[in-house]
């Protein structure tokens, strides 16, 4: 698989695999020696960076990228994230970055994940109590002392972003992004090209919409968390579907499907933007890794701009509690 870089000299695989719905969200939950099957078969198919994070589980994904990976720690890289309040292993659902928080938990991350230094540490959510500057000198100290490589931030705005990296280069940004989530084209975009970050989009497939495989009549596990998002209300769903169309018609065109043109479509806007599509399958996680391979010429960019613009996505991509967490 081809490779880019992530802020100075952060080199990943051109597609990463986000860990998440391995431990929690999408459910019913997958077998954890299924699981650790599929992190090798990534590793073995060229993926070489990999997405967990503290709240996930809580910590049962870290321990579990961290079991998995451990044969081929030399060769891969792993981001995790800090930011959240826990109750012993449960998560409060409260922020916390306050510096002694985040070397505690960094700490146990290290732990959990099995090694000596953090490749590349995110901030979870900005958390509006502590100053980023905080955050920043936190992370920086940690570099210092050789637990972390990099530091990220996810779903920080434009100000937050300016005065993290002002204390410690940024390496990467995390946040939404997709044909029918283009929200960061505005003002992150263009920021993190000034500044020299790279961006790491997550849920690059619409969790899972982009895929055709949803429809208005699909139907949820009851705590799969999609049903509290108002995008996957079954009336936006309907709605939003004319975007499943646009990458259908690309898709039939180039031999590909509708997540291979997504995930296509995300990697052409710039070279420095590395995708992090989730999943538990591995036919999927083959399909996902070939879209690297699917190009997207100029015109049919250009047919994809067109089309999409005439498309306004229905519902708002998180519930009401989470809209809050994200930094403006």
Same mark, same amino acid.
């Given at each position: 698989?081809?490779? /880019?870089?992530?802020?100075?000299?952060?080199?990943? &695989?051109?597609? !990463?695999?986000?860990?998440?719905?391995? &431990?929690?969200?999408?459910?019913? @939950? #997958?077998?954890?020696?299924?699981?650790?099957?599929?992190?090798? *078969?990534?590793?073995?198919?060229?993926?070489?960076?990999?997405?967990?994070?503290?709240?996930? $589980?809580?910590?049962?994904?870290?321990?579990?990228?961290?079991?998995?990976?451990?044969?081929? /720690?030399?060769?891969?890289?792993?981001?995790?994230?800090?930011?959240?309040?826990? =109750?012993?292993?449960?998560?409060?659902?409260?922020?916390?970055?306050?510096? %002694?928080?985040?070397?505690?938990?960094?700490?146990?991350?290290?732990?959990?994940?099995?090694?000596?230094? +953090?490749? @590349?540490?995110?901030?979870?959510?900005?958390? #509006?109590?502590?100053?980023?500057?905080?955050?920043?000198?936190?992370?920086?100290?940690?570099?210092?002392?050789?637990?972390?490589?990099?530091?990220?931030?996810?779903?920080?705005?434009?100000?937050?972003?300016?005065?993290?990296?002002?204390?410690?280069?940024?390496?990467?940004?995390?946040? %939404?992004?997709?044909?029918?989530?283009?929200?960061?084209?505005?003002?992150?975009?263009?920021?993190?090209?000034?500044?020299?970050? $790279?961006?790491?989009?997550?849920? #690059?497939?619409?969790?899972?919409?982009?895929?055709?495989?949803?429809? %208005?009549?699909?139907?949820?596990?009851?705590?799969?968390?999609?049903?509290?998002? #108002?995008?996957?209300?079954?009336?936006?769903?309907?709605?939003?579907?004319?975007?499943?169309?646009?990458?259908?018609?690309?898709?039939? /065109?180039?031999?590909?499907?509708?997540?291979?043109?997504?995930?296509?479509?995300?990697?052409?806007?710039?070279?420095?933007?590395?995708? +992090?599509? !989730? *999943? *538990?399958?591995?036919?999927?996680?083959?399909?996902?890794?070939?879209?690297?391979?699917?190009?997207?010429?100029? =015109?049919?960019?250009?047919?994809?701009?067109?089309?999409? &613009?005439?498309?306004?996505?229905?519902?708002? /991509?998180? &519930?009401?509690?989470?809209?809050?967490?994200?930094?403006?």
């Amino acid at each position: 698989m081809q490779t /880019r870089t992530l802020g100075a000299n952060l080199e990943v &695989s051109a597609l !990463g695999l986000g860990c998440m719905g391995m &431990s929690q969200s999408y459910l019913p @939950l #997958p077998d954890k020696k299924e699981m650790i099957g599929l992190l090798r *078969t990534a590793v073995e198919r060229g993926v070489t960076f990999f997405d967990t994070a503290q709240i996930y $589980g809580p910590f049962k994904n870290e321990k579990l990228v961290g079991e998995a990976l451990a044969p081929v /720690r030399g060769h891969v890289v792993i981001a995790t994230k800090f930011g959240f309040e826990f =109750d012993g292993d449960k998560a409060t659902g409260g922020l916390n970055s306050r510096p %002694e928080h985040i070397r505690q938990t960094v700490a146990e991350s290290l732990n959990r994940l099995g090694v000596e230094t +953090i490749d @590349l540490l995110y901030q979870h959510r900005v958390d #509006p109590n502590v100053p980023i500057e905080d955050v920043a000198g936190t992370v920086k100290d940690l570099i210092k002392e050789g637990k972390v490589r990099h530091f990220g931030l996810s779903e920080a705005g434009v100000q937050t972003i300016r005065r993290a990296h002002a204390v410690q280069p940024v390496t990467a940004l995390q946040s %939404e992004y997709s044909l029918w989530w283009r929200e960061p084209e505005a003002e992150i975009l263009p920021t993190l090209e000034e500044l020299g970050i $790279g961006f790491v989009p997550f849920s #690059p497939l619409g969790k899972g919409f982009l895929t055709g495989k949803i429809d %208005e009549s699909t139907t949820f596990e009851s705590s799969d968390f999609r049903t509290t998002v #108002p995008r996957f209300d079954a009336d936006a769903r309907k709605a939003n579907r004319a975007f499943v169309d646009l990458l259908s018609d690309v898709a039939e /065109r180039k031999n590909a499907t509708p997540a291979q043109v997504a995930l296509a479509w995300v990697l052409a806007q710039d070279p420095w933007i590395v995708p +992090i599509p !989730g *999943t *538990t399958k591995p036919h999927r996680l083959d399909e996902n890794i070939a879209s690297t391979d699917v190009e997207l010429t100029p =015109d049919e960019l250009g047919e994809m701009e067109s089309a999409a &613009s005439r498309i306004t996505a229905e519902g708002e /991509r998180y &519930s009401e509690a989470n809209q809050r967490m994200i930094d403006r």
